[in-house]
């Protein structure tokens, strides 16, 4: 009797992991992301229910920018039938950060008659700039079968208001994260 009930318990865990989960098997996961616009922190969480849809934060360093973001995305996960673990995605959010003012270079030179003359300015702005935008998010991942590991592959357009100028930019990225 008590080794019925504990079967049956366990496999009732197994099923709720699972359905929490989304198909995904597990529920929250955070690791490193390593991109060629941004790298920084991921931390994912599969919502409760049945729809595969998850919560994505990203805490990322802007190198050529000289600043940090924050975006949250909101993501659909489809299983992929063919390989257990698999996992096509697709999502949108939004972001805000800060970016220190870029440093400006101008070298002038002009000639008048036998005598030639340099201007050189130099330009530092060191002023923090708070940033705001839209992104988009399409990608693929693995979660290792028997390891607590998953691995991933993400194309991030995103759009942005920076100084009163707008753009829209294309970030990549791999992701490796711990499940638990």
Excluded at 38 to 51: A, D, I, Y
Excluded at 117 to 144: C, F, P, Q, R, S
Excluded at 146 to 175: C, H, M, N, Q, W
Aim: glycine share 16%.
């Amino acid at each position: 009797m008590a080794l019925g009930l504990l079967a049956t318990t366990g496999t009732a865990q197994a099923q709720s992991k699972k359905k929490s989960g989304g198909g995904a098997g597990y529920n929250t996961a955070i690791g490193l992301r390593g991109g060629g616009w941004s790298s920084g922190l991921t931390v994912k969480h599969f919502l409760s229910g049945k729809n595969n849809v998850a919560f994505e934060g990203l805490l990322t360093r802007e190198y050529a920018a000289r600043g940090g973001r924050l975006t949250l995305l909101l993501e659909k996960h489809l299983p992929v039938s063919d390989l257990k673990g698999l996992q096509f995605y697709y999502g949108a959010g939004a972001h805000i950060g800060s970016y220190q003012g870029r440093y400006y270079f101008e070298d002038v030179r002009f000639r008048r008659g036998k005598n030639k003359y340099y201007y050189v300015n130099y330009y530092a702005d060191d002023t923090n700039y708070v940033v705001g935008g839209a992104d988009l998010i399409l990608g693929i991942e693995y979660k290792m079968e028997d390891l607590p590991f998953v691995i991933g592959v993400d194309y991030k357009p995103f759009f942005e208001v920076f100084r009163g100028y707008t753009g829209l930019y294309s970030d990549a990225a791999l992701s490796l994260r711990f499940t638990f």
